[in-house]
């Protein structure tokens, strides 16, 4: 059994510490995070000791693998702290909002055969897992288009904003990863962004809206739109259409329940609220791969060079932002 520790006890680490509490073939040992009131409020829910520093997680014999669900700028740091002391890591995306300094992280940890997965949980979605598999099968012939719709509820607060590392790398980078994860590696990138949603977001340098067309090197075009409002719930949908038909992931609802009357025909509840109750199934998936790789000694997926690569296509849809120009990958 495979025992673990949780850096980070915010939303998403403490959502990931009750799934490996739950987890038949994992222990969670202890939590850690700089706020000691997170720390106690999920060890004491879930009855585990509390580190006293990362050092102590690190230094941990029965731990042999830590999740890490810190701010983005400690990933680089816990990655490069928790290879070094011989565990595996998944730790949340981006690596880094820095594409050198995630390469040199990289460069630091290669020679350790490192066990590093990164959290692209969308790819365990089983819808979207299962229409990869039915595209790489066959099933419509050779992929000519996809479309990737990511709609967030709400815009997040300012403060949120000002360390989020801006759009691309925030929330698009989930999208670079699926169109990796349907068409292979990217050639081509052209970005179109906007402040359609909160005046106060290009305050602060960002964009609320964009839309992303993408070239693979097998020939595929691919677009990605986004939007921080979306007043029907969180918008969460995949469509790839090839040379022998289409294949559609739709929304996810609460019930199947659908109301017809003399005002409306096939209305239904709204989607699901968030990215925690969507991709509920997912994260529980993406955490039971992560213990499956270790067990089996398989390699893991989402790895560190999917982590480069959708950062590595952030940063060129930000360039092409800013020049208005197509930027190739080569």
Known sequence: ???????????????????????????????????????QQTATELGVNIARSVDEVLSAGEVGAVLVATPTDSHVPLITAAVGAGKAVL??????????????????????????????????????????????????????????????????????????????????IHDFDMARYLAGDIAQVHAFGANLVDPGIGKLGDIDTCSVSLRAKSGALLQINNSRRCVYGYDQRIEAFGSNGMLQAANQYPTTVESWSAERTGAREPTLNFFIERYREAYTSEVDAFVSSLEEGRPMSPDFADGLAALRLAVAAEESLQTGRVVGLD
């Not at 510490?17 to 000691?36: E, G």
């Not at 350790?112 to 969308?122: A, L």
Request: proline share 7%; net charge positive; hydrophobic share 45%.
């Open 1 to 39: 059994m495979v025992g673990m520790a949780v850096l980070g006890c915010g939303r998403i680490g403490r959502m990931h510490a009750r799934n490996l509490a739950r987890h038949p073939r994992a222990r969670l040992v202890m939590v850690f995070d700089v706020l000691a009131e997170a720390a």
């Open 91 to 172: 730790c949340e995306k981006p690596v880094d909002l820095d594409l050198e300094r995630a390469r040199a992280c990289w460069s630091e940890i290669a020679g350790s055969k490192p066990r590093v997965m990164i959290g692209f949980n969308r790819r365990f979605d089983p819808s979207f897992r299962a229409l990869r598999e039915r595209l790489q099968r066959g099933e419509i012939g050779t992929l000519e288009l996809a479309l990737i719709t990511s709609r967030d509820p709400a815009p997040p607060p300012a403060a949120y904003i000002k360390t989020s590392g801006g759009l691309m790398r925030d929330m698009t």
